[in-house]
């Protein structure tokens, strides 16, 4: 949604339902005074703390996603998690094709698409991350890396769903220990791209999906990257996973989001 802040964070494979929990209640009382009328704070941890989770965070306070989905709502199919087990732990926001599922789990496009449909269907927010590899980088390959990504992600996704699909553009060389941040004007061009290839597919309407920025998000980086025109949110790992420096960001970026967006002057 235009004029819209979202910021959250994907906590991987960190934290027990125990320290999530401790980390829920010390996030939600730092930003308790921050009105959420323009912005939108969501937390993805892990499968074993999100009933945890589900019992600790307010609806409307602070969002509560999945860090993936299996597409099918039953069947044997070991290990996985279904739309439905989602549904009924409250779960809103499903995260689709991190980098780590593509690059380390080796989901293809073809799984991510199919998930993303039935996210789609089962009335999730589709949080679906897209991005190159430095090897695509480098042979100059990261616009059609990002486009065939989307479009084979999106395959058969109809318009009225849209208003429930977040982007997040997260470099697979950005990410992670080891990760080096996009620059924010690299990041805001590929913001551009993404946006330029939603339009494409869907026309105006594809100006409702905000397209986060993911990838080595931290204190230092985060005020350049809110103020680059084509982000609409930071989607932040390892600098999120304390509540207190969490907080901070927030209160940082809010300010450089509103003040571009035209919310303040
Ligand atoms: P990072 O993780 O901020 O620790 O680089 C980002 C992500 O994987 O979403």
Same mark, same amino acid.
């Given at each position: 949604m235009a004029g819209h802040i979202y910021l959250g964070s994907n906590l991987k494979m960190y934290k027990t339902a125990r320290q999530t929990q401790d980390y829920l209640l010390n996030l939600s009382m730092s930003i308790g005074?921050? /009105?959420?009328r323009d912005l939108t704070v969501f937390i993805i941890p892990s499968f074993t703390s999100l009933d945890r989770a589900r019992r600790t965070i307010h609806k409307g306070d602070i969002l509560l996603g999945a860090q993936n989905m299996h597409w099918e709502d039953e069947g044997q199919f070991t290990g996985e998690i279904s739309p439905l087990m989602l549904e009924d732990l409250g779960v809103e926001v499903v995260e689709i094709g991190h980098s780590e599922r593509r690059?380390?789990?080796?989901?293809?496009d073809a799984a991510v698409n199919r998930k993303t449909l039935s996210a789609l269907a089962h009335g999730f927010i589709c949080l679906l991350c897209v991005g190159e590899t430095a090897e695509q980088k480098a042979l100059g390959l990261s616009d059609e890396t990002l486009r065939t990504q989307l479009k084979t992600g999106l395959w058969?996704?109809?318009?009225? /769903?849209l208003d429930r699909l977040w982007i997040a553009y997260e470099p697979v060389w950005a990410i992670g220990v080891g990760g080096t941040p996009a620059s924010e004007d690299y990041a805001d061009g590929k913001h551009a791209v993404i946006k330029h290839c939603l339009s494409e597919m869907y026309? /105006?309407?594809?100006?409702r999906v905000p397209v986060l920025y993911g990838g080595s998000v931290n204190r230092g980086n985060c005020d350049a990257l809110a103020a680059m025109?084509?982000?609409?949110g930071l989607f932040i790992g390892r600098a999120a996973w304390d509540a207190n420096a969490f907080n901070e960001i927030i209160r940082a970026v809010l300010p450089v989001f509103q003040r571009k967006q035209g919310m303040v002057k």
């Amino acid at each position: 949604m235009a004029g819209h802040i979202y910021l959250g964070s994907n906590l991987k494979m960190y934290k027990t339902a125990r320290q999530t929990q401790d980390y829920l209640l010390n996030l939600s009382m730092s930003i308790g005074d921050l /009105s959420r009328r323009d912005l939108t704070v969501f937390i993805i941890p892990s499968f074993t703390s999100l009933d945890r989770a589900r019992r600790t965070i307010h609806k409307g306070d602070i969002l509560l996603g999945a860090q993936n989905m299996h597409w099918e709502d039953e069947g044997q199919f070991t290990g996985e998690i279904s739309p439905l087990m989602l549904e009924d732990l409250g779960v809103e926001v499903v995260e689709i094709g991190h980098s780590e599922r593509r690059h380390v789990m080796g989901e293809t496009d073809a799984a991510v698409n199919r998930k993303t449909l039935s996210a789609l269907a089962h009335g999730f927010i589709c949080l679906l991350c897209v991005g190159e590899t430095a090897e695509q980088k480098a042979l100059g390959l990261s616009d059609e890396t990002l486009r065939t990504q989307l479009k084979t992600g999106l395959w058969g996704v109809p318009t009225d /769903s849209l208003d429930r699909l977040w982007i997040a553009y997260e470099p697979v060389w950005a990410i992670g220990v080891g990760g080096t941040p996009a620059s924010e004007d690299y990041a805001d061009g590929k913001h551009a791209v993404i946006k330029h290839c939603l339009s494409e597919m869907y026309g /105006s309407v594809a100006g409702r999906v905000p397209v986060l920025y993911g990838g080595s998000v931290n204190r230092g980086n985060c005020d350049a990257l809110a103020a680059m025109p084509h982000i609409d949110g930071l989607f932040i790992g390892r600098a999120a996973w304390d509540a207190n420096a969490f907080n901070e960001i927030i209160r940082a970026v809010l300010p450089v989001f509103q003040r571009k967006q035209g919310m303040v002057k």
